[in-house]
């Protein structure tokens, strides 16, 4: 058998760095592309301004179908938290091993390439040859460094810290992002992977604290800006600039929020589960937050007598005025949706609204030092004004070019295909017109 690295133009791949912009989306164009470093790469680019995240959009989901090119039903990803109502703090997904099927990093390593990824969602423990993964120490007696160490690349992951780790306070921002922007500059001059994926938060964090169109969040996306500039700069002093395909994108956007809802309150009064503190214990059913949407988990879904008194509570809550209670799916219709095949229901917020895990009271406003968030995520993907963006520069994508909208399912498809590879039984597809002529032979 030929291999896909010789299928294409029988070399090997220009390197390739994706940078992910976590939050960022379709009305930040109006921002960005009035700033240099931005409007320098879109000049040089290929753009769909228009892409539409997966169901549910959150983080963890969205940055796996990006990168296998999948529904969340499909990869397994249906959430950034495990089901665990009996934890105050639930696990997130965090390790490559909850994801099915295989990934862009994967088909890339067993085609002989390099690959880096910095705070890249569930890569915990995956075959990357540079892992910084995105693991946080969620049990008190936890370390950090040792968590971390234990899910990724303990000697790459020990010299960034040494470098850059004073750098660091906590996971707060914009810390982190420039703890993670030195590593990527590191990385890519000490290093040099054919594959870098990079994650950065700063927008998203300031959005979930200040508000979507907030002040905090404009400057944050600003500092992206600097970011991309530094980047691109390396690649000029390093003179692979033009051997270079860079990968920027989001992989949601968010909406303003002031007033949280408790699903697992009114469960825990109607008696199917135990409440125990703020969380639950000998639950029947259980709700599981993803911010602007929430799944209903019924232990027995055989049991219709439970799953037909659920129903009707969710449809009494939502036809409740102020309920907050945008729709109610079925178990079926949310699989039809990419989301959990194996909730129940499954909620939507509207707008203003969002969903916790808590179950201590069925509501809470938005106040000065509740902690409760002025931006959220996890809203029906075809919500107006919701989607994000995609773009392509560098030597195989067609500068200039736009595309009027996509899927981001399609992006884990054109990615591999500027790689050579080939992402099996991918929702997604490839969108020729993003490439040059004569990108591809055969």
């Known amino acids: 058998m030929i291999s896909r690295k010789k299928q294409y133009i029988n070399k090997k791949p220009h390197r390739m760095i994706v940078v992910s912009l976590d939050a960022v989306g379709t009305k930040d164009l109006e921002l960005l592309e009035n700033l240099p470093h931005f409007q320098a790469l879109l000049a040089r680019g290929a753009i769909c301004r228009q892409v539409k995240s997966v169901c549910p959009s959150l983080t963890y989901p969205a940055h796996v179908s990006i990168v296998t090119g999948k529904l969340p039903s499909h990869h397994g990803i249906v959430n950034n938290l495990r089901l665990q109502p009996w934890r105050e703090n639930p696990d997130w997904f965090w390790q490559r091993r909850f994801i099915r099927g295989t990934t862009l990093y994967d088909e890339a390593r067993k085609e002989g390439l390099t690959t880096a990824s910095l705070l890249w969602p569930v890569t915990g423990r995956a ?29 790459y992951e020990m010299d960034l810290y ?9 996971i707060r921002q914009p810390m982190l992002d420039n703890f993670i922007q030195s ?48 980047l691109v700069s390396l690649l000029e002093r390093m003179g692979e600039k033009t051997t270079t395909n860079i990968v920027v994108l989001g ?11 408790y699903p697992n309150y009114h469960i825990a009064e109607h008696g199917w589960a135990v409440r125990k503190g703020n969380r639950l214990a000998k639950w029947k059913v259980a709700a599981q937050n993803g911010d602007g949407s929430c799944y209903i988990y019924v232990k027995d879904r055989k049991d ?44 939507e917020a509207k707008d203003g609204f969002f969903f ?14 509740n902690g409760v968030h002025r931006g959220a995520h996890g809203y029906d993907p075809d919500s107006p004004e919701y989607t994000t963006f995609f773009l ?14 996509m899927y981001l399912i399609d992006e884990g498809p054109i990615l591999a295909r500027a790689l050579g590879l080939e992402l099996e039984d991918a929702d ?4 020729n017109r993003f490439f040059r002529f004569g990108h591809e032979v055969g």
């Not at 075959?127 to 000697?155: D, K």
């Not at 102020?322 to 799916?329: C, F, H, T, W």
């Not at 997604?428 to 969108?431: D, F, L, N, Y």
């Open 183 to 230: 590593s990527l500059i590191r990385t890519l001059k000490k290093y040099h992977p054919d594959l870098t994926l990079v994650h950065l938060t700063d927008v998203d964090t300031n959005r979930h604290e200040y508000g979507v169109y907030s002040e905090e969040a404009m400057e944050a996306v600003r500092r992206h800006d600097m970011r991309l500039g530094e």
């Open 428 to 431: 997604g597809a490839v969108i």
């Open 162 to 170: 040494k470098h850059y780790g004073h750098m660091l306070d906590g």
């Open 251 to 261: 992989d949601h956007f968010q909406k303003d929020v002031g007033c949280v809802l």
């Open 356 to 369: 916790k895990n808590g179950c201590e009271k069925p509501w809470e406003k938005a106040a000065e030092g």
């Open 304 to 347: 219709k007598e439970l799953m037909f008194a659920v129903a009707g509570w969710l449809k009494e809550w939502k036809m409740q005025p102020g309920s907050g209670i945008r729709a109610v799916y079925t178990g079926k219709q949310a699989w039809e949706k990419g989301a959990d095949p194996k909730c129940a229901f499954m909620l």
């Open 392 to 405: 392509a520069a560098g030597p195989d994508f067609e500068p200039g070019e736009e595309i009027p909208e």
């Open 127 to 155: 075959r990357i040859t540079y892992n910084l993964p995105e693991v946080w120490a969620n049990r008190p007696w936890e370390n950090q460094l040792f968590v971390s160490f234990f899910n990724g690349t303990a000697r």
